[in-house]
């Protein structure tokens, strides 16, 4: 009976004071340079593949301004500190630093950018969560073939080193590479981002070798160079939403399974387990034999390959936002060449389905299956319209929190960290009207002025609370 009422009070107070965030939890908010940087061509910077994707298209809206934050970068970090955030995760523009992507031109004046905005993170105290790259090829590294070409791992682990060289002493986490699913199949395969490339059949897979290729450097050389002097983590950020299965059969569990591996499977395998998901490899080379290809257009990896990559990762960095679901399909016919025909599954299109569980499955999928020492969330959020009472941005971000705390102190699996995406309304790759902010920014003003948001407010009594009101 004592028991039983101890027990009752316990949850009783619980969840009245809501719940409780760990202490080693980290909080943060994200950003990307091209989102939000501006200042395209100032200070030396070279034009990178987003700035003359979007010019050549004449596009109405570019990131030549964007937020301005090349110049308001201590306003910004102003209000990281007044939201209380432990970290602040943002990317490098390596055509900031190195104009033509390569080393013979180096520019001090990017150095000095990201020291400055690096260093006075530290003076807060707001731990800098460093993207390497995150999409904003230099021009001239594009030229020479992006990434369908071999050599970009050697254009990236130049850069990546003289990154290290300049930051590691201020920086402990370090995230290679952001979203190669949709580098790969929105840049190469369906061509709805830069560069534009319709290569749905086979680009998108030489894309994600070389890729991986690249990242591997970049960590390799932080290992053997850098982690005996500054011991930082290095990571790979993966997006994968999880999906459930429309029905409990077993055509659409299997259809669950597959879409796994070819979206997170096909990044993730290579990094924790080495080489590519099985069924990647059997599914894409049985049908570019019935194709008339001479080879599988999926590349295959050398064992030198496989052990370069495999275990190239301190922490498993997942962007995620809506979950789905997914059914069976019928097997594609044979004839034009896809991803979309080698995952052959259906994706459900169900606008009302809302299931922020999903996170909880997600990070207890990847934990069981990869094994990562931990995760850590480096996006999630809610796009909005023009609004600054963004109740269902505030709902969305409490329910995903919500089930990714159960899965940290039920599940005990070990996500370190939850970032919102975005700090503020940024330039959405060709739109500044998806508005993710936690922050407004009034981009009919040539102040960019910033204001906050009510989820910026909440988001606000959460750390300082450091507590979930369910
Ligand atoms: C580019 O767009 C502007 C306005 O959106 C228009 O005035 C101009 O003619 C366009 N230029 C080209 C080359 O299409
Ligand atoms: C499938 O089975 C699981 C476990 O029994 C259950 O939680 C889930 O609701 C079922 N899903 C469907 C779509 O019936
Ligand atoms: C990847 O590394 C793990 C751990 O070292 C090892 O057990 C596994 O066999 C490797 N995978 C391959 C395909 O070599
Ligand atoms: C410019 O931005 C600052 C900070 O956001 C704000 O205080 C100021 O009022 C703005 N000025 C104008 C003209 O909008
Ligand atoms: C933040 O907390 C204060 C004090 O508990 C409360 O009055 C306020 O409504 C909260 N704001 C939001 C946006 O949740």
Known sequence: MLKWLVCVAFLITNSLAGKKIPDTFLLGASSAAFQIEGGWNEDGKGPSLWDTYLHDKNASENGDIACDSYHKWREDIANVKSLGLDFYRFSIAWSRILPSGTLNNINQEGIDYYLNLIKALKAENIEPVVTIYHWDMPQHVHELGGFLNPQFVDYFGDYARLVFELYAPYVKYWLTINEPFMICLGGYGLGFMAPGLNLIGDGVYQCGYVLLKAHAKAYRIYDEEFREKYNGQVGLVINFDWAEPLTNSSQDLEAQRRYQEFALGWWANPVYLGNWPQVMIDRIAY????????????????????????????????????????????EPTIGLPAYTSDIGIVVVNDPDYYHPRGIRDSVNHIHK?????????????????????????????????????????????????????????????????????????????PNRTRTWKQSAKWYQNVTATRTLDV
């Open 369 to 445: 299956k990869y094994r990562p020492r931990g995760i850590l969330i480096t996006e999630n959020g809610k796009m909005t319209g023009d609004i600054l009472d963004d109740q269902g941005r505030i709902s969305l971000i409490r329910d995903y929190m919500d089930n990714l705390l159960d899965a940290v102190l039920e599940d005990r699996v070990n996500v370190f960290g939850y970032s919102v995406w975005s700090l503020m309304d940024n330039f959405e790759w060709g739109s500044y009207e998806k508005r993710f902010g936690i922050i407004r920014t009034d981009f009919d003003s």
């Open 287 to 330: 049908r570019s034999k019935l194709e008339g290809f001479s080879r599988s257009r999926l590349p295959e990896f050398t064992q030198e390959e496989i052990d370069y990559i495999n275990g190239t990762s301190d922490f498993f960095g997942l962007n995620t936002y809506n979950v789905g679901q997914v059914k069976y399909g019928p």
